[in-house]
């Protein structure tokens, strides 16, 4: 039987762990009604590749019906 040193399993668990962690965080931002100048910061942010740099995904959506609360 082979014995692993302790700082190679360390190692090993260090990398499992934050694997998920480079994955970019999926967000879905809901607008409060169809997308108009409000927001803008929004969606430029998005086009410029802000989000990106922050490793976040946002998807903009806008209400199928804006009178529903």
Do not use: C, Y
């Amino acid at each position: 039987m082979h014995v692993f040193p302790l700082p190679s399993l360390a190692f090993l668990a260090t990398l499992v762990l934050t694997g998920p962690a480079l994955a970019a965080e999926r967000l879905t931002v809901m607008l409060d009604w169809f997308v108009n100048p409000d927001h803008a910061p929004l969606v430029i942010a998005r086009e410029k590749g802000f989000f990106a740099e922050q490793d976040l995904d946002v998807e903009l959506v806008a209400p199928a019906d804006p009178n529903d609360p």
